[in-house]
């Protein structure tokens, strides 16, 4: 099935535009605790798992983008 078919589903579950819900795929827009909220209901996922999956990418990155800075003067 098309992804635009889902994306209208999600937007109507979740009681937002497609255009918003589009906006906000593409970080163009940031959506309030509700309408995550409403997304992650009308997607059949718990908002807490949600969440944990983006704070643990948010760490690896982190991690990865992190410089260790050794000092020659001895």
Same mark, same amino acid.
């Given at each position: 099935f098309p992804?635009?078919?889902?994306?209208?589903?999600v937007?109507?579950?979740?009681?937002?535009?497609?255009?918003?819900?589009?906006?906000?795929e593409?970080?163009?827009?940031?959506?309030s605790?509700e309408?995550l909220?409403?997304?992650?209901t009308?997607?059949?996922? !718990?908002?807490? $798992?949600?969440l944990?999956?983006v *704070? &643990?990418q948010? @760490?690896? !990155?982190?991690? $990865?983008s992190?410089?260790?800075? *050794? &000092?020659?003067? @001895?």
């Amino acid at each position: 099935f098309p992804v635009t078919i889902i994306m209208r589903d999600v937007a109507r579950d979740a009681r937002v535009s497609l255009g918003y819900l589009s906006e906000v795929e593409r970080g163009q827009k940031e959506a309030s605790s509700e309408l995550l909220a409403a997304i992650c209901t009308a997607l059949n996922i !718990q908002l807490s $798992t949600l969440l944990s999956d983006v *704070t &643990s990418q948010i @760490a690896k !990155q982190e991690k $990865t983008s992190l410089t260790v800075i *050794t &000092s020659d003067a @001895a």
